[in-house]
Structure formats: structure tokens, C-alpha cells
């Protein structure tokens, strides 16, 4: 048998998105990220999911060998890889962090009953393409376990997670070389995402797809590609709190009064919450008209911050409005506590954009475990 190897044979950076490099360096350019990505290794939460599962074999399934044989060879790679099935009720699979050469892949029975070859290519491609592109490294487990990243650090991770699985989305796409079993794959699964489907879709059209699978046709240059999946990306992207570019003025003054509500919630304003406000105003606490927002009475404050949500649920979209909750999560994240009374601001806030309060207990969550 060959010496088993993780090159793939086709030119993968092609199929990363700038935003998963970008993010990436971004990431490991932070001293405290990359001392967590440093530390020994914990163990994997993937790994123990497989104790109560059942080995697959080739005689008893081989629809589900014969999709990742094809995987294998659309990727030219060789390697010893085990199937294992999990007895769950939802359609999900997932890839083990490669050792020595050697990958684990889980499958849910759910998945096995419910994908036909072509989608199940695809889904096995795309776990397959976050073991070769190396998405391990900055696994969430090692996140899950500690406390120290800012919410604004967990923001940008979670935007490169998104990144990250639209890049292994292009390898499952590469491998099943079918558009239409790829949509498929995305109504089966869960939770299904409209513009991780959508921008598929777009790289399906450009030139650097079929060039990969080695059949003519093709739209769009990769420069009009990576132009469309930014537009799509600046709904997915969770925060603008780092970029004054990525944010309207009507965006940052909401952000601002809103954030100085959240903040101050509790009675009291740490250096950590302080920092991300004067990140959307400055260090003189100005809004974009040059109004200084400590001279607002309180009445002013409210018809200020009314007028900008009523502007903001006509302009942008629920989508949108949602990432703006979650940037004022992070504000009130910033001191590693969450008051009753932050969360009451920040359940009003979801009001004023139009935006279920539930959706703030979901995205408090997330922030909490670290975790897309």
C-alpha cells in the first residue's frame, strides 16, 4: 500500500476565500489567540462522539464508499481513513483532525438514510476540505475551554468560521461536480443557510470552478467572483466593530448610542466596554454630526436613538439588523459578566430594530460557548 499522504493533487488555494486567509492571519496575528492555538492539544469533542458508534465497512455500505472513493479521487490524496455511523436523528457528518496520515470520518445514520450518492459526495468533500485546508488548527476546542478572548476576538473567529466553511463548501462542490446535488445536500442538512447556499451558487458559475473539474464554461473571473461572495459575506459577517469602512453612519451612530445604553446598563462602564464604544466614536464620544453624546439629555438620547432604528429597519435587512444585536452583545460581553439589567437594554434594542428579543438569548449564547 502507498504511503499515505494529505497532498491533494488539485491546487486547493484556488478554492480558498480571501476572507479565510485574511481572517486566518488576522487570528494567529493576536498573541493571546495564538498562545490558545499553541497550548498541548485538548481533546477532541469529534473524536469522543465516535465511542458509541459503529465501524462501517465496505460490504455493508457501499453507496456511502463508493461517494467517498470519489472524493478521494477527485482530491488525489491517499490515506488510511475509517467510517464510523452515529445513531442520530439529524443528517450531519464531520472529520476527525488528520494523525500521522490517518482520518476518522463520522457519519449520522440520519445521513446515510437520507443522501443519495451525489449529496453525500459532497457532504464528505466538504469535511475532507477542512481536514486539507487545515481548519483544525484553530479548532473550537480549543476556544470552548477558556475564557481570555475578548467578544470582539470571538466576532472575528466567527466570521472565519464562516469563511471557513464556504472554502470547504467549494471542495465538496469540486468533488460531486454537481451544483444541483449540492443544493440538495443544503435542504437536508441542518441548519440550512440561504447564502452559504447562495454563494456556492456564484462560485459554480466562475471560471475557477470549471477549470478545476476540467470542463469549459464559466461566467465569472475571480475577480468578479470574489466581488459577488463579498456582497453575500457582508450579511454573514457578524461584526462591525473593527472596520468603520464595512459600516454606514447611520449603522455606526446606532451602534454607539445603543452601545453607550448596553454599557452602562449596570451602573458601571469597564475599560473593556469603554474601548469597543470608543471604537464607534472616538475618545471625545462624538456622534458622525459632531454631537458629543454625554450632552444628550435623556429625552434627546431616546428620540436620537428611535429616529436612527426606524431609519435602520426601512434601510437594511433583518439579516443585517441581527449582526448589529450581536455587536452589542459583544459590548456587554466585555467585561466577562452579563447583567440582568444589560439584558433588558439589549432585549428594548431588538425592539427598536424589529427584531425578535429571542434572538438575543440565541446570540448571547453563542458568544458565550465560543462556537458558530
Given at each position: 500500500m502507498p504511503e499515505s499522504t494529505l497532498t491533494p493533487r488539485i491546487d486547493l488555494t484556488a478554492l480558498v476565500l480571501a476572507g479565510d486567509r485574511e481572517l486566518r492571519a488576522a487570528l494567529l496575528g493576536d498573541p493571546q489567540f495564538r498562545e490558545l492555538v499553541e497550548?498541548?492539544?485538548?481533546?477532541?469533542?469529534?473524536?469522543?462522539?465516535?465511542?458509541?458508534?459503529?465501524?462501517?465497512?465496505?460490504?455493508?455500505?457501499?453507496?456511502?464508499?463508493?461517494?467517498?472513493?470519489?472524493?478521494?479521487?477527485?482530491?488525489?490524496?491517499?490515506?488510511?481513513?475509517?467510517?464510523?455511523?452515529?445513531?442520530?436523528?439529524?443528517?450531519?457528518?464531520f472529520v476527525t483532525a488528520p494523525e500521522r496520515g490517518r482520518l476518522l470520518v463520522g457519519v449520522s445514520s440520519a445521513a446515510l438514510e437520507t443522501l443519495d450518492g451525489a449529496e453525500l459526495t459532497f457532504v464528505l468533500g466538504h469535511e475532507l476540505g477542512h481536514?486539507?485546508?487545515?481548519?483544525?488548527?484553530?479548532?473550537p476546542e480549543?476556544?470552548?475551554?477558556?475564557?481570555?478572548?475578548?467578544?470582539?476576538?470571538?466576532?472575528?473567529?466567527?466570521?472565519?468560521?464562516?469563511?471557513?466553511?464556504?472554502?470547504?463548501?467549494?471542495?465538496?462542490?469540486?468533488?460531486?461536480?454537481?451544483?444541483?446535488a449540492a443544493v440538495r445536500a443544503f435542504f437536508k442538512l441542518t441548519p440550512y443557510s440561504p447564502l452559504r447556499l447562495r454563494a456556492l451558487e456564484v462560485f459554480a458559475r466562475s471560471l475557477t470552478y470549471h477549470a478545476l473539474v476540467g470542463k469549459t464554461g464559466g461566467e465569472l473571473d475571480q475577480t468578479e467572483?470574489?466581488?459577488?461572495?463579498?456582497a453575500i459575506m457582508q450579511l454573514m459577517d457578524p461584526s462591525c466593530l473593527?472596520?468603520?469602512?464595512?459600516?454606514?453612519?447611520?449603522?455606526?451612530?446606532?451602534?454607539?448610542?445603543a452601545g453607550v445604553a448596553v454599557a452602562a446598563a449596570d451602573g458601571k462602564v469597564v475599560d473593556a466596554?469603554?474601548?469597543?464604544?470608543?471604537?464607534?466614536?472616538?475618545?471625545?464620544?462624538?456622534l458622525s454630526d459632531g454631537t458629543l453624546i454625554e450632552e444628550l439629555s435623556d429625552e434627546e438620547f431616546e428620540r436620537r436613538v428611535l429616529g436612527i432604528a426606524e431609519k435602520l429597519c426601512v434601510r437594511v435587512s433583518p439579516e443585517r439588523r441581527q449582526?448589529?444585536?450581536?455587536?452589542?452583545?459583544?459590548?456587554?460581553?466585555?467585561?466577562?459578566?452579563?447583567?440582568?439589567?444589560?439584558?433588558?437594554?439589549?432585549?428594548?434594542?431588538?425592539?427598536?430594530?424589529?427584531?425578535?428579543?429571542?434572538?438575543?438569548?440565541?446570540a448571547i449564547a453563542r458568544y458565550a460557548s465560543a462556537l458558530d
Open positions: 497550548e498541548d492539544e485538548v481533546a477532541s469533542a469529534r473524536r469522543d462522539r465516535l465511542v458509541s458508534s459503529l465501524r462501517l465497512t465496505r460490504q455493508a455500505r457501499p453507496d456511502f464508499f463508493a461517494a467517498l472513493d470519489r472524493v478521494v479521487e477527485h482530491l488525489g490524496i491517499e490515506a488510511e481513513i475509517e467510517a464510523y455511523c452515529l445513531t442520530e436523528p439529524l443528517p450531519d457528518a481536514a486539507l485546508l487545515d481548519h483544525f488548527s484553530l479548532s480549543l476556544l470552548e475551554r477558556d475564557g481570555r478572548l475578548a467578544p470582539t476576538q470571538l466576532a472575528r473567529y466567527d466570521a472565519w468560521m464562516r469563511y471557513a466553511g464556504l472554502s470547504a463548501d467549494r471542495v465538496g462542490l469540486v468533488c460531486c461536480q454537481d451544483p444541483d467572483l470574489e466581488r459577488e461572495v463579498t473593527n472596520d468603520r469602512r464595512d459600516a454606514s453612519v447611520v449603522v455606526r451612530d446606532f451602534l454607539a448610542l466596554e469603554h474601548e469597543l464604544v470608543i471604537g464607534l466614536v472616538g475618545p471625545e464620544g462624538r449582526k448589529i444585536l450581536e455587536d452589542l452583545v459583544a459590548i456587554a460581553l466585555a467585561d466577562g459578566d452579563l447583567a440582568d439589567a444589560e439584558v433588558e437594554v439589549l432585549g428594548t434594542a431588538a425592539i427598536w430594530l424589529g427584531i425578535d428579543p429571542r434572538f438575543v438569548e440565541k
